[in-house]
């Protein structure tokens, strides 16, 4: 297993676009979730899925954002209309849920949004 | 509403010192509390993990504790090395299926 894989990598795009961003998880594990990182932050929740199902989105996701995750395998994360404020690095991390199961992260993908 | 703070936000110390990293929540009804590093331009690596039940965790040089009571937790770095110069984060899983919450980090530099 090659943990949890980002792409793309990195993104440029102009203001208005719209990306789609895509996470393979970890094999079977069943959590799969979201974040959204500026520089000096923390990485801040967007929203995440128990296999297939989406839990919870966060309210700071406007319906710009969409993300899927068909048949608890990969997801996708989907930004329409871009703006310059959704320039971030966009964090997908898996896990298999549980008291000891540790979060395991992707290298992420950096938007630039021009 | 669930807050995670961490202090200092940034920390420098002469290669061999020991050092502590705070990590405060408000909400002390936690499932568990995971302490991870991040490099540069990198994603996140968990480090330790520690069970709302327990105390604290060990793994090598590191050391985690947790107080959940008082909502608190440090992580210990014992001998520090240059290679551990990073940003550390701590993060709390509030109810069993429930999100993730990440501090702003500490971002540490070993000197030489």
């Known amino acids: 297993d090659t943990g949890v894989s980002q792409d793309p990598r990195h993104k440029i795009t102009k203001r208005g676009q719209n990306v789609t961003f895509r996470c393979d998880p970890i094999?079977?594990?069943?959590?799969l979730y979201w974040y959204r990182q500026t520089l000096g932050q923390g990485p801040e929740f967007l929203t995440y899925?128990?296999?297939?199902?989406?839990?919870?989105k966060s309210r700071l996701l406007s319906d710009r954002f969409s993300a899927e995750r068909p048949k608890g395998s990969f997801s996708t994360l989907e930004i329409q209309r871009t703006e310059q404020g959704d320039s971030a690095m966009y964090l997908c991390?898996?896990?298999?849920?549980?008291?000891?199961?540790?979060?395991?992260f992707g290298s992420g993908t950096q938007l630039s949004v021009l | 509403k669930q807050e995670v703070t961490q202090i200092p936000a940034a920390l420098s110390v002469p290669e061999g010192e020991n050092l502590v990293l705070n990590c405060s929540f408000t909400?002390?009804?936690?499932?568990?509390l995971q302490w991870f590093r991040q490099d540069p331009g990198k994603g996140l690596t968990s480090l330790l993990l520690i069970q709302s039940s327990q105390r604290e965790q060990t793994s090598g040089r590191l050391n985690a504790s947790l107080d959940k009571s008082s909502g608190r937790s440090t992580l210990y770095i014992a001998a520090s090395q240059p290679g551990d110069s990073a940003t550390y984060l701590c993060a709390v899983e509030v109810n069993r299926d429930d999100k993730i919450i990440f501090g702003k980090g500490t971002r540490l530099h070993i000197l030489p």
């Open positions: 991390a898996s896990s298999l849920g549980g008291a000891v199961e540790k979060l395991f």
């Open positions: 899925f128990q296999n297939e199902a989406q839990l919870e």
């Open positions: 909400d002390s009804a936690i499932y568990n």
């Open positions: 094999s079977e594990h069943n959590r």
